[in-house]
Structure formats: structure tokens, C-alpha cells
């Protein structure tokens, strides 16, 4: 029996967004405009083309590629048949490209033209392709053996398929870097990700008149689950940036009159730092929300002052909750500074030590959830999968405490604690207080292999343009601030941090990078 009827699916949200604003703008890239009729019409061709190049229900179907319209409609037409989208970060080599494709299953590779040297060079490693499509962004050429993804979609019917999709299929696998040697697949369901969106619209107090601007990447859940998809589901209107851009982002909040924007801390940092940031009238932001790490304090009080009645939320979750989890509401900001917030509506977040027990208020322990936005689990890894789901909750990874008034505060990735002289030192604490030097623009607090103290506090330091502080003045700072065995015992200063196309710095690579220093 079909459930047509009572479907509530990722290929539903357009048709719904389609028949409650029809021709309102949907999505802005470049110089095309979509409105949410465009934008089902345009999710339908794409399902009908993917039918008529083989794919089934349950199939994979792999995208290479930076930001544009094409994201939310190929995910949106191959939920409507029931298949698979497998988003790819575009900072992989072509081998780490493989390895996501092959391990994924997929048949069909969908690559944005200029990322194709990349794979084009490595071609032959990717035995598992049958089909390649190319998105043209930028230019018009059409390589041998590739079909273009814009005209094979104008040739295909832009009818609703009739594919019997139910709320437990997977609809998207997206890769965790992790911190293991290979990445694993975190198998989204439609139904975990409904739930998620449901979370975020309530919790993110999204709104049919919104204008957001969507300049991350869109491969990692947080631009695309936590923002742009239930934003459509809104009705809102959504800017795509084809790559984050401080200036650009800046300039497109000006010309569309942005009202929401997401980014983490670094890059709001970039552009309170930016020399142009006067040259523009930004009046129209009034909603913010940043994740991946901590917000800190400084840099909260110099985005209000800079944006007159800015309301701020703090996102923070995993992949594999669809991401988010809790969210630190505008009003809580100062009152509840380096918080992680409460359990957005359709999450239980607890804390449990090595033993499976829950922790009292104020220790600490690994951060737990249940919720149906929780993935089914890891692509092809039943031993993971049940580490993660070890006494029937979701293990996150990263410790935290709750206060006395229940708000989350996120101690540290249990990689990241720094285990220093028998004492444990989370790094975010450290950089919490780093921040607030005046002559800091950035830093991250890695620990560092010491014959005596066997990890050893650091901090990688990005000074502020024209900053003449040294080393020394920073220890000496953080000794006034700070417990005596916290306090970095070297400072690295560097000119810029290593980072994801998210954002997040790339902790591993200081570690590499710093490891013989000292």
C-alpha cells in the first residue's frame, strides 16, 4: 500500500514550500532565481532524470562539489525516489575521494567543473562509477565521457514521481572526518533529519520572512541541515554563496537585505576584523547563529556592539544527530557565556561516565543523547555503530557539564583534553581566557608530547594586524587569569590557523605541525 496519503518525507518539502508561497523566492545563486515552484519543478526533473540513468530506490549517488542551487535539488529529487545523496567534502585528494565513493557504494559521481582536475586525474581509481555528471558552474566545456547536469535536467519531465518513499529510508550519508585513519558514513534517515529541521525551526525561531545567507559548505550537515533545508521548509528566502567570503558575505547582506546568517566563531571573527567592514550597511542582520567551537565572550560583546540588536544562538551537535543537539538561546549569551545551551525540543541530552552511569550536576562526563533525529548508524560498521550506541544512548565523543540551572557547557572532545603533570586542562577553557588578550585575533590550545610534563600546554597564536605582543606577554596574561597548572607553557605565534572549509580548526594539523617544536 502506498502511503502517499500520510508521507512526510525530504522530497515533501518542496512540493508543500511549492504549493504554500508558489512564486515567492526561494533560493538566490549568482544571477539565477528560484522561487519554491522553480525549486519543486527543478527537485522533480532532477528525481526523473536519476530514473532514467538507472537509479533505484536505495541507490547512491555521490556530489563533488562547492555551493549552489544544485545541493538542496538533488537532495530533494533523490529523496523523492527514495535514493541517496553522499555529499563530498571538496578539500579530499582523489584518493580519499575514492575511498568515500567505494565505501559508499555509489554509481553515479555528479562533480562541479572546477573541481574536475582533481578527479580527472585519478580517474581511473574510481572503479565503482558508472555514470558522471558535471555541474557547470563556471564553464560552459563539456568533457568527453561526462553529461551536464543543467541540460539533461531540461530534458526530462518535471512531474512528481510516484516512488513509495517511507520516513525510515536513508536519504543522505554524510562522511565524519573523525579522528581515525578512515572516515565513516552516518546514515541519515528521512525521518532523522524531519525531526532535526522540526528542532531547529522551533529552537532557531526561524521565521517565513527571513533572508539567510548560506556562505559555508553545504557538503557538512550544519549549512545544510541545521539552516538551508528547514529555512525552505520556512518559506524564507535563502542566499547560496558559491564559497565563504567575509567580503562577499558582507556584500550580500547589504544588496539583499540579509536578516540571518550562520558561521563559527573564526569567521565572524574575519569579518569584525575587516578592514571594510564600515563600508557597509549590515542594519538588516538580526539574527546570528555560530557553532563548531565556542563563541568567546570578547567577540560576543564586539558582534553586538557592532550589530545593533543582533540576537545570537549557539548550535552545537554531531553528524550523526542530523547535527544539532542543544542551542544556546540569544537571551542566555552573556548570562551563560561558553555555554552549549539546553537540549533543542526533540532531544534528550544527558551525561554518562566510562561505566554507562549518568553524572551528577558539575562533573563531568561524555555527553549522551536520545532523539529520532539520532542516525541509524555507520555505513557498513555494526562494530562502531555499537560503540555509539552503547547503553541505548547516542555517544557524542565530547565531555561537558551541566549547571545547577541545567545548561550545557562542553568541557572538551576527549581527544582534545590535555592530560598536563597528572592534571586534566581543557583547552577551551585556556582559550576562553586567551581571547580576551586585546592583541589577539585567534588561537587554539593544543597539548604537546614533554619528557616531563608529558603533555605540555600551547597555544597557537594569530596576533592582531600591527600587534607588537610577544610570547611572554601572553604567558604573563594567562598567569594573571589562570590556575598556575592551565597556563600555556609555550606560545606559538603563527600567521593564520589550519582550517576545514567549515571553518573549524584543524587541531590534529597544529599537533603535527608543532610536535618537534618543543
Known amino acids: 500500500m502506498s502511503n502517499k496519503i500520510n508521507r512526510d518525507t525530504i ?13 515567492k523566492t526561494a533560493i538566490v545563486f549568482r544571477d539565477k532565481s528560484f522561487s519554491f515552484a522553480d525549486l519543486e519543478r527543478k527537485a522533480c526533473s532532477f528525481a526523473n532524470l ?21 545541493y538542496p535539488i538533488s537532495l530533494l529529487g533523490l529523496a ?48 565503482n562509477i558508472k555514470t558522471w555528471g558535471l555541474i557547470p558552474i563556471s564553464s560552459p ?13 531540461s530534458a526530462v ?23 581515525e585513519s578512515r572516515p565513516k558514513g552516518a546514515m541519515l534517515s528521512h525521518r532523522s533529519l524531519m525531526t532535526q ?19 559555508l559548505p553545504l557538503f557538512h550537515c550544519a549549512q545544510l541541515h541545521c539552516f538551508l533545508m528547514p529555512f525552505i521548509y520556512s518559506g524564507a528566502e535563502n542566499i547560496i554563496l558559491h564559497k565563504a567570503d567575509p567580503l ?13 546568517m550562520f558561521a563559527p566563531p573564526t569567521v565572524w571573527i574575519g569579518i569584525l576584523n575587516h578592514p571594510k567592514l564600515r563600508d557597509f550597511n549590515l542594519s538588516s542582520l538580526k539574527k546570528a547563529a555560530y557553532g563548531a567551537s565556542i563563541m568567546p565572550v570578547e567577540i560576543i560583546k564586539r558582534l553586538t556592539d557592532t550589530f545593533p540588536g543582533l540576537r545570537l544562538w549557539n548550535y552545537y551537535g554531531q553528524t550523526e544527530m542530523g547535527p544539532v543537539a542543544t542551542i544556546l538561546k540569544p537571551e542566555d549569551q552573556l548570562l551563560k557565556p561558553g555555554s552549549a545551551g539546553k537540549a533543542v525540543v526533540n532531544v534528550e541530552t544527558r ?18 543523547h536520545r532523539s529520532g533525529q539520532v542516525m541509524t548508524g555507520y555505513l557498513n560498521d555494526p562494530e562502531k555503530s555499537a560503540e555509539a550506541f552503547a547503553n541505548g544512548w547516542f555517544h557524542s565523543g565530547d565531555l561537558g557539564k551541566f549547571d545547577e540551572d541545567g545548561y550545557l557547557y562542553v568541557v572538551d572532545r576527549k581527544k582534545d583534553m590535555i592530560k598536563t603533570g597528572g592534571e586534566n586542562v581543557a583547552s577551551r577553557e585556556v582559550e576562553e581566557v586567551i581571547y580576551r588578550h586585546p592583541d589577539v585575533a585567534e588561537t587554539a590550545v593544543i597539548g604537546l608530547p614533554d619528557p616531563k610534563w608529558i603533555e605540555l600546554v600551547a597555544a597557537v597564536v594569530v596576533l592582531k594586524s600591527g600587534s607588537a605582543a610577544t610570547e611572554k606577554d601572553i604567558i604573563d596574561y594567562c598567569k594573571k587569569n589562570l590556575a598556575g597548572f592551565k597556563c600555556p607553557k609555550k606560545i606559538i605565534l603563527t600567521d593564520k590557523l589550519p582550517k576545514n572549509p567549515s571553518g573549524k580548526i584543524l587541531k590534529r594539523e597544529l599537533k603535527e605541525m608543532f610536535a618537534a617544536v618543543n
Request: proline share 5%.
Open 50 to 70: 536519476m530514473l532514467r540513468l538507472g537509479v533505484k530506490k536505495g541507490d547512491k549517488v555521490a556530489i563533488n562539489s562547492f555551493n549552489s542551487h544544485h
Open 141 to 153: 566545456d563539456i568533457p568527453s565521457g561526462f553529461f551536464d547536469l543543467d541540460y539533461e535536467m
Open 157 to 179: 519531465p518535471a512531474d512528481d514521481p510516484e516512488i513509495d518513499v517511507h520516513p525510515e529510508d536513508i536519504v543522505q550519508i554524510p562522511y565524519t572526518s573523525g579522528t
Open 11 to 23: 522530497g515533501e518539502i518542496s512540493r508543500r514550500a511549492a504549493a504554500k508561497y508558489n512564486d
Open 197 to 215: 529541521y522540526f528542532s531547529c525551526m522551533i529552537d532557531g525561531q526561524y521565521e517565513t520572512q527571513d533572508v539567510s545567507l548560506h556562505g
Open 351 to 368: 551525561l554518562m561516565d566510562d561505566d554507562g552511569n549518568f553524572v551528577p550536576v558539575g562533573s563531568v562526563g561524555e555527553i549522551v
Open 248 to 260: 562577499e558575505m558582507m556584500r550580500c547582506i547589504e544588496k539583499y537585505k540579509v536578516t540571518h
Open 80 to 127: 523523492k525516489i527514495g535514493a541517496v545523496q553522499v555529499p563530498i567534502n571538496f578539500m579530499l585528494n582523489a584518493e580519499e575521494v575514492d575511498y568515500v565513493v567505494t565505501h559508499s557504494g555509489a554509481r553515479i559521481f555528479l562533480v562541479e567543473d572546477s573541481l574536475l582536475p582533481v578527479i580527472q586525474s585519478k580517474k581511473n581509481l574510481f572503479k
